[in-house]
């Protein structure tokens, strides 16, 4: 069946450090690929998505490129800030009956300090 | 647009009894709405899919006697945790996507289920 494989965190960086978050996915066929955010006691929000190979998904300075050769959705930003702190999930979208369903991986925490 | 709301956002009850959980499209039609439950630190597990008018899709594992879900409308979807358990303490989200929408579905903000 389908998964994502995300890094373990959690993640801890100062202020305008760079960020990489990992992600692989195995999958039959041609899924589309998300990344989530879910900050403290709340739901989660879509923070980009790519839906073909070598999309590239940007939102709010992060990124992150469909890499289907390398079956990887890796998650990127060139500065974190402190309000960055969250959980982000990759996720990946397979068809299960007529409608999509999502698969998603088991969650990064992100800590940025001062 | 694509907003999708909870309620409540926090229940505390007593052990055995039942708690219901809405969620609403508030500015689209959701023609499928899945319920999620998510464990501390750990990832979202889809308990059931439902599509408005039918019968809800449960997941392997997913009691559904238990975990009762009506999609009576295009624009809400139930939850009921009957006979609660304090195991049954989780953060339970709901998301919902359109027809016309493609894959994506629209998430809400959660409800914290606290069975004493």
């Known amino acids: 069946g389908d998964s994502v494989t995300q890094m373990e965190g959690p993640v801890t960086l100062s202020e305008e450090a760079f960020l990489t978050i990992n992600c692989t996915y195995t999958?039959?066929?041609?899924?589309?690929l998300f990344w989530y955010v879910q900050y403290p006691g709340e739901g989660l929000q879509l923070l980009l998505k790519a839906t073909k190979a070598d999309d590239k998904g940007s939102n709010k300075g992060f990124e992150a490129t469909y890499r289907k050769e390398t079956t990887s959705f890796h998650l990127e930003k060139g500065s974190v800030q402190v309000s960055d702190s969250a959980v982000y999930f990759c996720?990946?979208?397979?068809?299960?009956?007529?409608?999509?369903?999502?698969?998603f991986g088991k969650g990064t925490m992100l800590l940025v300090s001062p | 647009g694509a907003v999708v709301s909870q309620h409540p956002s926090r229940v505390i009850c007593k052990s055995g009894t039942s708690v219901k959980i809405e969620c609403r499209s508030l500015d689209f039609q959701a023609t499928t709405m899945f319920w999620y439950r998510q464990f501390p630190k750990q990832s979202l597990m889809l308990m059931a899919t439902s599509n408005e008018g039918s019968k809800a899709t449960y997941e392997q594992g997913v009691e559904k006697d238990k975990f009762l879900i009506n999609h009576a409308s295009l624009t809400l979807s139930t939850l009921t945790v009957t006979s609660a358990h304090p195991e049954d303490s989780s953060f339970y989200i709901c998301?919902?996507?359109?027809?016309?929408?493609?894959?994506?579905?629209?998430f809400g903000p959660g409800t914290r289920l606290t069975v004493l």
């Open positions: 998301s919902a996507s359109m027809a016309s929408g493609g894959n994506e579905q629209f």
């Open positions: 999958a039959t066929g041609y899924p589309s």
């Open positions: 996720a990946l979208s397979g068809s299960n009956s007529g409608y999509s369903t999502l698969t």
